[in-house]
């Protein structure tokens, strides 16, 4: 039957629908076969709090290269000088993004005239000032965002990542 | 905040999953896919020994890795009633795309109707009738005895002439060679109907008459051909967007120069060098873009020629290339006729071509010499030529589509290794059905005949014509009027009391009403003008055959259940027929009703081996058993053998010089240019300001039958986008997002503004057949002589309507073109 407009709570329901079965799963692999009983998991992987860098490292529209949550996932800081989805600091314009292409992994560049991510291998683009939004491509997600936040010192720190990374079926391995 | 799943683990696929063969149910291109499956409360592990990779998946893998999976393309379903873990990726084997998965392809598995995680629950599930003054769900037997005693009824008074039939002719979803056979056995065996019309025109007809024609066959090449070619035409196709995994796998690597070594291999001591490629396209396309990023500028033509064009550049290349001597003319000799009338009815100078199409003499000569002039050695070049909607539903359809297919022929390059003239395709190809000889030609223009007030009953087979047909505003009124009167006739009956339900629709479809029948996956907006609603299975819920744009058959196997009670479209036009026949039989008809008789398949692969098994050329090879064996790679049509195990097929048609004429040449076609040749096309390109051109978008399938309800999708295109200049946006006081009203006098219909600085001045290019604006609402009535539309020459105004809206307030605007 045709369904209300319920595009504000996909996310949400998503995430009930998928991660929660994945979890279960999860415990399920790690026992071996004459226990009856699986050990308690977490509904979704637990993030390390990672420091990235500091905010006085950021040059305006440079990009800084990080990688998050380990050191195989490459990614990226930037501050785009004006408040963006997913933005923090004080001007709300820090972003942090994965730079390996959600459609075959190939690592992708920065253009700096129109603030995009763009991919070699198919011509893949994402846009750092619409939450990492593919303005044009072949990846069936949206470039994977980085949940930021920013200590007392300035301390630019990921705790999360928005979308599954290529390459990896557990965001944190 | 773009749209994102918050998904950051998925199941593994454990080691002993069960593996399908399937074959992308999108577009012409026919992906191969692998679908996996396990039980719901099972999974792999990231060890190597653990999974169905092989692999340690507790480390990070690779660019163009196997081993992984997006969120799109992992769901659960239900498969015999048990609920199990499904994954649809690309098959690194499959030498399609050879592990490749386009944004549509890759979404299959999120595109797939599940209860358990809310995707697709759009679906049909039961049949539904308008029952006290809505869509009810009914049972199949109540359903399909009122489908057939309406449409006996009908016959009985209009003959089969009431009976008014919309169905698609096509392959993967939505079609397939068994529902092809099912819907063509019943219309065309059962029935002789006449007032039929394929999915995306108003009539029953060849969108390539003219290639037919001709003895050349549209799907001639084979997809290697395009590694092949020292040349490659583009004419009206946008190949990036609309058959992504072909080009980004086949033409990339010859513009790359990746595939030197296959040319080589194949042609020995012929001097090769990286492709290079002339586009036609009055636009400036991401494909465009991508040839220019990968060949370098150098070695890409982009001719932007006025829209509509496009025939007169052909003459004029085929004029200047036979003045040259560049022509093959011991294939002209041997294999065609009438080319001496064709050249001297043709002639063209590349001055009056280049009057009419706003190139200038350089650009069309050097084309003509990047086409056919020899190489060193004075060899042949070696030029395939692909072209589709653009040429298709652009001026003079049948005219253009025989000038392109004259300069292969001449230049010698239907049949040869990197050659070919051929269609690019939208759907895949699954036509298989009886003679369709008594529709006649020009066939029945269906749509207008159904404005016009005629026929009693209309069965719909996956069209939406609210959303997919040209002249589609004043239609739709037209249509609603006359299936509004028989919904309200229904309801001064009771619904049990079927004797005076069938007699007050009889009655009012005597009025002038119209009775309708839709068969569909999801409720279509034609749908909201019908009065029932059959529910079909789709591709990987029933097993399904289809062949791609080289001729590639391969079987999808059925993967998982269809929702509810969906069936196949086969297995519904069995019922039907069932139906019809035993209706006939209860009032006395046996003659008649013996018509109806062979319809009495159990399965879809009742109605394979009835139809494509028994009837079509080469198919007494062919069976589910040796497709399944074949795989994602399957074989090329037609069959000619069965060998060690394997279906022998044919890589390219032609090669042996023979075409399909009946003396077995090919006919050179006389094709003179006669300006727009749409009625009314010229009126309105001088009273209206903005070109309205239309067509695909990477991101969408067809007119969005399952993307409608897909959040990844409708996050980016809310509405459909018109490109527009800035310049013109400026004028226009618009801001990107918009909501803007393209209106001309036919109707009016509705876009997001979306700035293109690459798009001419009063050029804009809108997404077609979307669902939040019908491009179709404003493009004219006017077709060809055979009935064929022409979308792509519409000119309209616009004027704004409102500031963008909350859903587009989000999206980013900028520029489609990748940057290195």
């Known amino acids: 039957m045709p369904r209300c407009d319920r595009m504000v709570d996909a996310g949400r329901r998503k995430f009930l629908g998928g991660a929660g079965f994945a979890a279960a799963g999860a415990a399920v692999s790690t026992i071996v076969p004459t226990q009856s009983k699986a050990a308690p998991a977490a509904a979704r992987v637990d993030y390390p709090s990672n420091r990235l860098g500091n905010v006085s490292e950021l040059k305006l529209n440079e990009p800084k290269n990080v990688a998050y949550p380990d050191d195989d996932a490459p990614g990226v800081l930037l501050k785009l000088g004006k408040k963006v989805p997913g933005g923090v600091g004080a001007g709300g314009d820090i972003v942090g993004f994965s730079t390996t292409c959600p459609h075959k992994g190939f690592p992708l560049s920065y253009n700096t005239a129109d603030k995009t991510m763009n991919c070699p291998g198919h011509y893949s683009r994402f846009d750092c000032e619409a939450g990492g939004q593919q303005v044009w491509g072949q990846a069936t997600q949206n470039l994977p965002q980085y949940v930021l936040r920013i200590d007392d010192k300035g301390d630019i720190y990921a705790e999360g990542v928005d979308e599954l990374l290529y390459g990896r079926l557990s965001n944190v391995l | 905040m773009a749209y994102k799943r918050q998904i950051d683990r998925l199941p593994i696929i454990p080691k002993d999953a069960k593996e399908f063969n399937v074959t992308c149910h999108y577009c012409i291109v026919g992906c191969g896919y692998k679908a996996y499956t396990w039980p719901a409360n099972k999974q792999g592990g990231t060890a190597a020994g653990d999974n169905k990779f092989g692999t340690d998946l507790a480390k990070q893998q690779p660019a163009e890795t196997d081993a992984w999976y997006a969120p799109s393309m992992y769901n659960i379903v239900s498969q015999n009633g048990k609920d199990v873990h499904i994954v649809i990726k690309p098959d690194k084997d499959c030498v399609v795309n050879s592990g490749l998965g386009s944004i549509r392809g890759a979404r299959m598995a999120e595109m797939s109707y599940s209860q358990q995680r809310n995707t697709e629950l759009q679906r049909l599930t039961d049949p539904m009738v308008w029952r006290y003054g809505q869509m009810q769900p009914t049972s199949w037997a109540d359903a399909l005895d009122l489908v057939a005693r309406v449409t006996v009824a009908v016959i009985n008074d209009m003959g089969e002439d009431g009976l008014f039939v919309s169905a698609f002719d096509h392959g993967g979803a939505g079609g397939g060679y068994e529902n092809t056979w099912g819907t063509g056995k019943l219309y065309f ?427 079509e050329k080469g198919g007494q090879f062919v069976t589910y058993e040796r497709l399944r064996a074949m795989g994602t790679n399957g074989f090329q049509e037609p069959a000619t053998d069965f060998k060690d195990g394997k279906i022998i097929g044919t890589k390219r048609l032609f090669a042996d010089g023979k075409f399909g004429g009946k003396d077995g040449k090919a006919k050179f076609m006389e094709t003179q240019w006669r300006g727009l040749q749409a009625a009314g096309k010229d009126d309105e390109r001088k009273k209206f300001a903005f070109l309205i051109n239309n067509g695909r978008a990477n991101v969408i399938w067809q007119n969005a039958y399952l993307d409608q309800d897909n959040e990844f999708v409708m996050d980016r295109m809310p509405y459909p986008y018109i490109q527009m200049n800035p310049k013109d946006m400026d004028d226009l006081k618009l801001n990107a997002g918009d909501l803007v009203e393209v209106y001309n006098d036919n109707g009016s219909t509705q876009a997001m503004a979306y700035p293109t600085p690459t798009a001419k001045p009063k050029q804009t290019f809108m997404l077609f057949a979307y669902p939040t604006g019908v491009q179709g609402n404003v493009v004219s009535a006017g077709v060809n002589e055979f009935i064929i539309p022409n979308y792509k020459q519409t000119w309209g105004n616009i004027r704004k309507l409102s500031d963008a809206p909350e859903g587009a307030r989000h999206l980013t605007f900028k520029s489609f073109d990748y940057t290195a």
């Open chain 2, 189 to 615: 065996g059962a029935m002789k109907v006449k007032n039929i019309r394929i999915h995306n025109r108003p009539a029953y007809n060849s969108e390539v008459h003219a290639t037919r024609d001709m003895g050349v066959g549209e799907l001639n090449n084979c997809y290697e051909d395009a590694e092949l070619a020292d040349t490659i035409v583009a004419v009206g196709t946008n190949a990036l967007e609309t058959q992504t995994n072909y080009f980004l796998n086949h033409w990339v690597p010859n513009l790359r120069g990746t595939s030197l070594d296959k040319k080589k291999a194949e042609f020995g001591s012929e001097p090769v060098e990286k492709g290079r490629i002339v586009i036609v396209d009055p636009r400036r396309t991401v494909t465009v873009n991508a040839c220019e990023v990968e060949a370098g500028k150098e070695n890409v033509m982009h001719l932007a020629i006025n829209s509509g064009t496009d025939l007169s550049l052909f003459n004029a290349w085929m004029t200047y290339i036979a003045d040259k001597g560049w022509v093959d003319k011991a294939l002209i000799e041997a294999s065609t006729t009438n080319f001496d009338a064709m050249k001297a009815a043709n002639k063209t100078s590349l001055e009056d071509a280049a009057k009419i199409t706003g190139l200038s003499v350089d650009e069309i000569r050097k084309s003509a010499e990047w086409i056919a002039q020899p190489k060193a050695g004075n060899a042949r070049r070696r030029t395939m030529f692909a072209y589709e909607k653009g040429l298709i539903w652009g001026n003079d359809n049948y005219r253009t589509n025989g000038a392109l297919v004259n300069v292969a022929l001449a230049t010698g390059n239907v049949g040869r290794p990197g050659g070919g003239c051929v269609r690019m395709g939208g759907h895949q190809e699954g036509y298989s059905r009886p003679s369709d000889a008594h529709v006649g030609r020009p066939a029945a223009y269906v749509d207008k005949l159904l404005m016009e007030g005629k026929g009693g009953i209309h069965h719909i087979w996956g069209c939406d014509h609210y959303k997919t047909t040209l002249n589609a505003f004043k239609f739709k009124q037209n249509y609603k009027k006359r299936t509004d009167m028989v919904k309200d006739a229904m309801m001064t009956a009771s619904y049990g009391d079927r004797p005076a339900m069938v007699k007050a629709i009889v009655d009012a479809i005597k009025k002038g009403g119209l009775f309708a029948v839709d068969v569909d996956i999801v409720p279509t907006k034609i749908g909201e003008a019908c009065h029932v609603w059959l529910p079909a299975a789709t591709s990987g819920e029933a097993n399904l055959t289809s062949m791609n744009g080289e001729r590639r058959m391969r079987l999808t196997e059925k993967y998982m259940d269809p929702p509810g009670q969906a069936m196949p479209d086969s297995l519904i036009a069995a019922r039907i027929a069932n139906n019809m026949e035993r209706v006939l039989r209860e009032q006395g008809k046996n003659d008649v009703a013996d018509k109806f008789k062979g319809f009495d398949w159990k399965t879809e692969e009742d109605a394979f081996m009835d139809g494509y098994h028994g009837h």
